[in-house]
């Protein structure tokens, strides 16, 4: 690791270099990010998105500010502020920004300090995601057991793999840990609508790894699992409040409730520092971000001269509203996988577990 991840990396003029996702799955492109606003676009615009990585880019985000003010901690405070604010939902990276800003207190060498610290942080993360890949395939393999299986169907909704969390991802690692162990896995891509991260971006990861999958609208999911079609899901998340309440890309919360009323296991899967302790209601207050109804309104693909365009696919003068996220109440999981272990969606549990 030491700096070089999947999705971004220190290039060989030690400035952040990250995969574009905006461009995927129909062009592989990066973005080298030289300057603080450069890093708070790139968070902003979702060239990079999924709650680990954009810690994960705030992390080094600081490392670039230290170098444009060498210096000065309280001119660093100011830049922190703006990578803090870029977006409001997953507290990855407010955890990360604070932090690194708490590790350079009382550093003498800005820059080579905040490089080693994001370094140390991105490090931690990726060993932290292949924990999560570990207790996340033990379940996988259980529930073959329990059900008398070769093969296993999960379903999944949105990006939670290392595009999303360096460097094996969050709901993605026990499928390709699963891989690793010979298990027969099929995965159930979710479009996720409005942005349609799953059809491009989770099916993108699942062909370069070799996964079996199958993309399916949103809507979808319900009835495969109806028809038996569904052994388990898992998601990634971008906030966990205290009492086990998830938020996650818009739609969640309607496959939660799909799986809940067909008995089917609903997993989270998470690194410790998508905990937000402070939040003990999620549904109530766990900030949702609202962002540009034109991502509901026109859609981006590839038309039949292989050249990518973006479409409108409503009304011109049709309102529309973008939730980017949506809460799933903890009484719906069946678990959180961690990188410290599987847990009950709980106050008691989680506060035991994590903070006793």
């Known amino acids: 690791m030491q700096g070089k991840y999947k999705a971004l990396w220190l290039n060989h003029d030690n400035f952040l270099e990250v995969i574009d996702q905006t461009k995927l799955p129909f062009s592989y492109e990066t973005k080298v990010l030289k300057t603080t606003e450069e890093i708070v676009s790139a968070i902003k615009d979702m060239t990079v998105r999924g709650a680990g990585v954009i810690g994960s880019v705030a992390a080094f985000g600081i490392y670039t500010a230290c ?104 709901a993605l690692a026990p499928i390709y840990e699963a891989k690793k162990r010979g298990i027969d896995v099929h995965v159930w891509v979710d479009e996720t609508r409005p942005r349609n991260q799953g059809a491009s971006l989770t099916a993108w990861e699942l062909t370069q790894s070799g996964i079996n999958h199958t ?69 109530k207050e766990i900030p949702i971000e609202l962002r540009s109804e034109d991502e509901v309104k026109y859609m981006r693909g590839v038309d039949s001269d292989g050249i990518v365009r973006e479409v409108l696919i409503t009304p011109k003068d049709s309102p529309a509203i973008n939730y980017g996220f949506d809460v799933t109440p903890a009484r719906l999981i069946t678990g959180l996988i961690t990188d410290k272990g599987v847990c009950k969606a709980d106050l008691e549990t989680i506060e035991k577990k994590f903070r006793g």
């Open 67 to 170: 170098m444009e003010i060498e210096s000065d901690y309280e001119q660093l405070k100011q830049k922190a502020k703006l990578i803090r604010e870029s977006r409001p939902t997953a507290v990855n990276l407010m955890w990360a920004v604070d932090k690194m800003m708490e590790l350079l207190k009382s550093s003498n060498n800005l820059i080579e300090d905040s490089k080693k610290y994001a370094i140390d942080l991105n490090d931690e993360e990726a060993k932290e995601s292949q924990n999560i890949a570990r207790y996340g395939c033990d379940i996988i393999e259980d529930i073959l057991k329990q059900k008398n299986k070769t093969r296993i169907n999960i379903l999944t909704h949105c990006n939670a793999g290392w595009l999303a969390v360096i460097d094996e991802g969050t």
């Open 215 to 283: 993309i399916i609208a949103d809507n979808t999911g319900g009835h495969l699992m109806q028809h038996d079609m569904v052994d388990m899901v898992i998601t990634g998340a971008d906030r966990v409040s205290a009492n086990g309440d998830v938020a996650n890309k818009i739609g969640t919360y309607l496959k939660a409730l799909a799986a809940y009323d067909n008995n089917i296991p609903f997993y989270v899967a998470i690194p410790v520092s998508t905990f937000d302790f402070e939040i003990k209601d999620g549904v």
